[in-house]
């Protein structure tokens, strides 16, 4: 089965410094490969995703890169502020020919933080 | 508005106790995935349904059953709730023509 690792477990950056998560996946069927947000208390949330056809897609502050050859992708935040700190997870998944996902493998996650 | 619903937010049972966890979706999708969080180990697959009657194990599935009756609904079952499998359970079910997994708010299951 698929193997996704997450790193690293905590981050720490500066408001308005950018901030790096970095995850490997083991299964090259995988096609999808998701980033969800989830604040304290509250369930997890699609920030974006990225399907093995793209290299790389942005959604304002927030942008994911794949390397399928290497089977890495990144979660790149820029500017960060507060309301960025979150734990954030990566995920790995096949889709089917209607378009939706399988079961997501999810990676461990990382406590990202911003100091002030 | 996408919404994945569960039956309770909070559940404390006793070793040995049948526990049931429910999970309701107004997407009419086919597919329903439960998952389980744990600190540091992250969100894992439990079982899944691509349609009523149907299941699916996942990674983790030993303790668990399921029952898919209807689409809209997906029971979790612990036949035999045991302490390791305190945790906090997570349904999830995708939108019409998305890949968008929606996770309902959450069951923190406690079993002492």
């Known amino acids: 089965g698929e193997n996704v690792e997450q790193h690293p477990s905590t981050l720490s950056v500066q408001e308005g410094d950018s901030a790096v998560i970095k995850c490997t996946y083991s299964d090259s069927a995988s096609n999808y490969f998701p980033w969800y947000k989830q604040e304290l208390g509250k369930r997890p949330q699609l920030i974006i995703d990225?399907?093995?056809?793209?290299g790389e897609k942005k959604d304002q502050r927030i942008a994911v890169t794949l390397n399928k050859t290497a089977k890495h992708f990144s979660l790149h935040i820029t500017e960060t502020q507060p309301e960025d700190s979150a734990v954030y997870f990566c995920?790995?998944?096949?889709?089917?020919?209607?378009?939706?996902?399988?079961?997501?493998?999810f990676g461990k996650g990382t406590h990202l933080i911003i100091q002030p | 508005d996408v919404k994945v619903t569960q039956s309770s937010r909070y559940l404390v049972k006793r070793t040995g106790e049948k526990v049931f966890l429910e999970c309701v979706q107004d997407?009419?999708?086919?597919?329903m995935f439960w998952y389980r969080q744990d600190p540091g180990l992250g969100l894992r697959l439990i079982y899944f349904?691509?349609?009523?009657?149907?299941?699916e194990k996942g990674d983790i599935p030993e303790g668990y059953s399921v029952s898919r009756e209807k689409k809209e609904r997906f029971s979790l079952i612990l036949e035999s709730a045991s302490t390791n499998q305190t945790s906090m359970y997570l349904c999830a079910s995708p939108g019409q023509g998305s890949s968008e997994q929606y996770f309902g708010p959450g069951t923190r299951l406690t079993v002492t």
């Open positions: 997407m009419d999708h086919e597919n």
């Open positions: 349904s691509y349609d009523v009657k149907m299941k």
């Open positions: 995920a790995a998944s096949t889709t089917y020919s209607g378009g939706g996902a399988d079961g997501l493998t």
């Open positions: 990225i399907r093995s056809n793209v």
